[in-house]
């Protein structure tokens, strides 16, 4: 089985608390619970040296540390993207996403000439969609890891990309065929 060093995952969080069927997120794609995302068999395709960058949105940033700490992994530190727009929220209307990174084993961070501001910003394109721009200094920073997006909308040069919108497999089934 192929083992990865770097894995790059944005999970469709499950949402409780909208008000109408207009604001679901499941009117873009099928959302998971945080319990089926933990239990996810993500050690069968991390290798022991593995750094993992996982989405994550405000609310649901106590869910995205205990799924890193099931799937391995510790937390080190997190960029922000900043949408450039705002969208919805309860507290505060949300505009940003937060990219967690946790490792495991022994990795060493990216190179200094790597090493960016913890803030980027670019408008938001649609729903779910994440800026080429992390998968861009991901492959920069690790060019010769072995690279595995999960739940991935689109395929990606240079990338193994898991991902029902790619070829219609459910992310349980896909990992149990790696």
């Known amino acids: 089985m192929k083992k990865y060093q770097i894995i790059y995952a ?6 409780n608390f909208s008000p109408s069927n207009k604001s679901k997120i499941e009117q873009y794609y099928e959302t998971m619970s945080e ?9 069968q395709i991390a ?3 593995c750094v993992l960058y996982l989405w994550a949105t405000s609310p649901k ?9 099931s799937w391995g992994f510790e937390y080190k530190t997190c960029a922000i ?21 946790g490792t495991k084993g022994k990795i060493a961070p990216p190179k200094a000439k790597f090493r960016v ?11 779910g ?7 861009q200094l991901i492959m ?10 999960l739940f991935a909308r689109q395929e990606v040069d240079g990338w193994d990309c898991i991902g029902n919108e790619i070829d219609g497999k459910d992310i349980c089934q896909a990992l149990e065929e790696m």
């Open 129 to 135: 969609i994440k800026p080429d721009y992390f998968r």
């Open 140 to 149: 920069r920073s690790f060019p010769d890891l072995n690279k595995v997006e």
């Open 81 to 101: 993207w900043d949408k450039d727009s705002i969208g919805m929220g309860y507290w505060f209307l949300g505009q940003h996403e937060l990219l967690l990174i």
């Open 35 to 43: 319990e089926d995302i933990a239990n996810l068999t993500i050690s």
């Open 47 to 49: 290798d022991k040296n």
């Open 10 to 15: 944005d999970p469709p969080w499950r949402y």
């Open 61 to 69: 940033l106590l869910e995205a540390l205990k799924v890193m700490k």
């Open 117 to 127: 501001s913890s803030i980027y910003t670019e408008k938001k394109k649609g729903h």
